[in-house]
């Protein structure tokens, strides 16, 4: 697997068709505690910026680029990713996979019901597919409280829809507890699968503007959206030799 240097996060240079059959072979294996982050380019200026935070997603087994940023990103420094692979469409490729196989998949996250009622819509479409146990993201203060339900389920795939950075501090700084085979940091997936959240029309996902859709839903996401051209600028101090990471 070849891995790209994007300003010091270590980026899987996937396709999607690659992704999903990498990480639904990691759901397959013998190793535990496999984890799968997924960053945009909010979570890349986290790491950019906060070097604990950056050193703890390099613990990932698999990086993806779900944002259009990241991928900007990869070309300005010029080691361009193949695409972007989107963490929900990542998800709902895999399911099929995981329904064939027979992986036990665990979601934990999202307000109460979203991750029931998102089990129901994937249990209609996926007959096969087995979820073996659900946990809203209210439940317990501390995620970390969760570990003895999640482990008691015996899943083979875990679904982790806290939000970041909280979704990635809990599945890598607890990695080594885990006896699942996949943990996926998926932020609000499962608010989309549920209906609970409308995702972009197809238009703005296809153009990389799902941002700007998000924006003109909820304009109080001004100041998060804002970490995107913060992000770019980073990115080309760097590649002119300004910024200190390449």
Same mark, same amino acid.
């Given at each position: 697997?070849?891995?790209?240097?994007?300003?010091?996060?270590?980026?899987?240079?996937?396709?999607?068709?690659?992704?999903?059959?990498?990480?639904?072979?990691?759901?397959?294996?013998?190793?535990?505690?496999?984890?799968?982050?997924?960053?945009?380019?909010?979570?890349?200026?986290?790491?950019?910026? $906060?070097?604990?935070?950056?050193?703890?997603?390099?613990?990932?087994?698999?990086?993806?680029?779900?944002?259009?940023?990241?991928?900007?990103?990869?070309?300005?420094?010029?080691?361009?990713?193949?695409?972007?692979?989107?963490?929900?469409?990542?998800?709902?490729?895999?399911?099929?996979?995981?329904?064939?196989?027979?992986?036990?998949?665990?979601?934990?996250?999202?307000?109460?019901?979203?991750?029931?009622?998102?089990?129901?819509?994937?249990?209609?479409?996926?007959?096969?597919?087995?979820? *073996?146990?659900?946990?809203?993201?209210?439940?317990?203060? $501390?995620?970390?409280?969760?570990?003895?339900?999640?482990?008691?389920?015996?899943?083979?795939?875990?679904? *982790? *829809?806290?939000?970041?950075?909280?979704?990635?501090? #809990?599945?890598?700084?607890?990695?080594?507890?885990?006896? *699942?085979?996949?943990?996926?940091?998926?932020?609000?997936?499962?608010?989309?699968?549920?209906?609970?959240?409308?995702?972009?029309?197809? #238009?703005?996902?296809?153009?990389?503007?799902?941002?700007?859709?998000?924006?003109?839903?909820?304009?109080?996401?001004?100041?998060r959206m804002?970490?995107?051209?913060k992000y770019?600028?980073?990115?080309?101090?760097?590649?002119?030799?300004?910024?200190?990471r390449k």
């Open positions: 697997m070849e891995r790209i240097d994007v300003a010091g996060l270590p980026v899987c240079n996937f396709t999607m068709q690659e992704a999903v059959a990498y990480v639904s072979g990691l759901a397959c294996g013998e190793k535990c505690g496999n984890v799968v982050v997924t960053p945009n380019a909010e979570i890349a200026k986290d790491a950019l910026d $906060n070097k604990e935070f950056g050193e703890l997603i390099k613990k990932a087994e698999v990086i993806v680029a779900d944002g259009a940023g990241v991928v900007l990103a990869s070309k300005i420094l010029g080691k361009p990713l193949k695409e972007k692979v989107a963490g929900i469409e990542l998800f709902q490729n895999l399911l099929p996979e995981f329904a064939k196989n027979k992986n036990r998949v665990f979601l934990f996250g999202s307000k109460p019901g979203v991750a029931a009622e998102a089990a129901r819509i994937m249990k209609e479409k996926y007959g096969e597919l087995e979820i *073996c146990g659900i946990l809203d993201g209210y439940t317990y203060k $501390n995620p970390d409280d969760a570990l003895p339900t999640i482990n008691e389920a015996q899943a083979d795939v875990v679904i *982790c *829809c806290l939000g970041a950075p909280k979704q990635e501090l #809990f599945m890598l700084g607890n990695k080594d507890k885990f006896n *699942c085979k996949v943990l996926m940091g998926l932020g609000g997936s499962l608010d989309v699968i549920s209906g609970n959240v409308k995702r972009a029309p197809e #238009f703005y996902v296809k153009h990389n503007l799902e941002w700007l859709y998000r924006l003109m839903k909820e304009p109080k996401r001004i100041g804002m970490k995107l051209p770019i600028l980073k990115i080309l101090a760097i590649r002119i030799g300004f910024g200190g």
